[in-house]
């Protein structure tokens, strides 16, 4: 097993769009990226290089090498989200390589934005594989890693704030998503019980929209509406220095987690120069928690009782 002196990212997500932009941008800073995904290419081959950064021509490969070629410490490792034993194996590949895993960020996504009359059963359930199951996978899969660190590190989770208008017109998609979220809030707390105090899990989610696969259309009708992905990449950068009592169970966006480091110039992010897109998320979102936060009345563990088969 080789051990890297850097520390090490798995960027799960990071063919294009957003998730390309936190995997170079964590390179930039000294990190050894893992960057995994499905896609693959022959990047020696890949004309015009790099690609266009928001295409299919852009992938695990491509990314990699514009990495590596700027100086930086990449691997490509291929992963389908969907397959809890492709997750392992990507993890394993990371340790056989590296040996080490210091942060991870879940970036994958599959979107869908439709009624639930509109939204064919298959379509939910690839969502639920590849944005929660996934997400838990990954985590499940990483989580010993971290143990063997002695619990020191980060994971960052692209998952929006809970709130109620994030269910509207997209009901499907929003139960997956907001189940990442539901995650981050609940490891964060098996974190801080089981004494866990130098890891942390955060959320992150866009104040407005950003410049990628997704919002492709906006791009030819809207682009004064959008920012760059390395807002995004700032902000994550930002969350892994920070405490982690300033971070943990934090559900994010990108901008006002940046004010809060005392970042409040936005116009290099703007994709049409001088303009101010518009934000897209509340000024404000509920208080999650109760005055009976901590407590936890009679605790069960289930792995400490018999428990019913599944």
Known sequence: MATSKNEVALVVGASRGIGRQIAIDLAKEGYAVVV????????????????????????????????????????????????????QRMVDQTIAKYGRLDVLVYNSGAIWWASVEKTPMKRFQLMQQ??????????????????????????????????????????????????????????????????????????IWPATAIQSAATENLVKEGAEDLRKASIFSDAILAMIRAPVSEVNGQLELDEDFLRKKGIVEFAKYSVVPGTSPRRIMPAEFPDLTVSEQNDEGRRVDSTKSRVSKL
């Open 130 to 203: 590849v944005n929660v199951e996934g997400l838990y996978g990954t985590v499940q899969a990483t989580l010993p890693q971290f143990e063997k660190a002695g619990w020191k590190g980060r994971i960052v989770v692209v998952s929006p704030p809970i709130y109620s208008r994030f269910f509207r017109g997209k009901t499907a998609y929003a139960m997956g998503k907001v189940g990442m979220s539901v995650l981050t809030k609940g490891l964060a707390m098996d974190f801080e019980r089981e004494g866990k105090k130098d890891m942390a899990i955060t959320s």
């Open 36 to 87: 995994a995904a499905k896609s693959t290419s022959d990047a020696s081959q890949t004309l015009p290089f790099p690609p266009d950064p928001n295409s299919r021509q852009s992938t695990i490969s491509t990314v990699s090498r514009e990495i590596r070629e700027a100086g930086g410490e990449a691997t490509p490792i291929t992963v389908d989200t969907r397959d809890y034993t492709s997750i």
